[in-house]
């Protein structure tokens, strides 16, 4: 059976948007069986679930329900997850600096061409099918124009991003 990442945006173990893995895994049991996560922001590891779009939708509500917080979920398998991480568009990037965020669904038309017009000199991004790659260079995501609200708006959908370390990882996890 094959496994893939329920990828949750924004939450943490303390403060804001608080989800503490352990009670996640708790509450998601009895909806996908055996659940594990991978650091505490929001990576969960499962069985491939029949009907991903509903399940995507189920586990949105139950962290809704349980924990207050209302964020995306977005699915990715592990093929997915580990064709992304062998063919990122930027091999000389740092793996902590490169991320990739992963997209609910196709970007709307000329994403891609309003964000290049945010880049600070260093940061490259490419779309390769509903993956968002940013290269943030040598500064980091601390020196970038590239906001939460900037990537929202021009995107139109909603992402969740993580380093390629992370990615890597969570190839491995759902191999």
């Not at 329920?6 to 895994?25: D, F, I, K, T, Y």
């Not at 924990?67 to 398998?77: K, S």
């Not at 970007?107 to 017009?117: I, K």
């Not at 940013?134 to 020196?143: R, T």
């Amino acid at each position: 059976m094959s496994r893939s990442a329920l990828l949750l945006r924004a939450v943490n173990v303390s403060g804001r948007n608080r989800v503490p893995m352990a009670e996640l895994r708790e509450v998601l049991a009895p909806l996908l069986g055996e659940v594990s996560t991978y650091i505490a922001s929001g990576n969960i590891v499962c069985e491939h679930p029949s009907d991903p779009r509903a399940t995507c939708a189920e586990v949105r509500v139950l962290i809704a329900d349980r924990f207050g917080v209302d964020t995306p979920v977005i699915l990715r398998t592990g093929r997915a997850l580990a064709a992304a991480a062998a063919k990122h568009p930027f091999p000389d990037a740092s793996e902590k600096m490169l991320h990739a965020m992963f997209l609910e669904g196709k970007p709307r038309a000329g994403a891609v061409e309003a964000l290049e017009q945010r880049l600070v000199p260093g940061e490259r991004l490419a779309l390769i099918g509903d993956d968002l790659w940013i290269d943030y260079g040598e500064d980091g995501v601390h020196g970038t124009r590239l906001t939460k609200k900037v990537l929202d708006r021009a995107l139109g959908v909603a992402g969740t991003a993580r380093n390629l370390r992370a990615v890597r990882t969570l190839a491995e996890l759902t191999a």
